[in-house]
């Protein structure tokens, strides 16, 4: 499997940013997809996840009311819709592909295959 993560931008305090994982290789209709995050000199930190059939989700305590994921299997591609966007929300967005089975989605460990990552900079 192959990600691309795009989406990612300068936007002020406040604003939106719309970030997409789009797979190829094969279909991730299977997968459990994740969105992580590193900021530079900080460990790379669980953002959101999603179960294959898109009926679970899973945010971090900081994104949670601000941070929504989502999928469109007919696209192969997820989606993390950021509003309320914060300056310590700057970093660079990594979308990730698991096999979904039972577990915490917020462990990178437990994630196969990573996209290129997409830098979100947010003013103040």
């Known amino acids: 499997v192959q990600l691309q993560a795009s989406g990612g931008g300068l936007v002020q305090a406040g604003g939106s940013l719309r970030l997409s994982c789009a797979a190829s290789g094969r279909t991730i209709s299977r997968y459990a997809m994740g969105w992580f995050r590193q900021a530079p000199g900080k460990e790379r930190e669980f953002v959101a996840a999603i179960s294959s059939s898109g009926g679970v989700t899973d945010y971090a305590d900081s994104v949670k009311g601000r941070f929504t994921i989502s999928r469109d299997h007919a696209k192969n591609t997820v989606y993390l819709q950021m509003n309320s966007l914060k300056p310590e929300d700057a970093a660079v967005y990594y979308c990730?592909?698991?096999?979904?089975?039972?577990?915490?989605?917020?462990?990178?460990?437990?994630?196969?295959?990573w996209g290129q990552g997409t830098q979100v900079t947010v003013s103040s």
């Open positions: 990730a592909a698991r096999i979904d089975y039972s577990g915490s989605y917020a462990l990178p460990q437990s994630y196969a295959y």
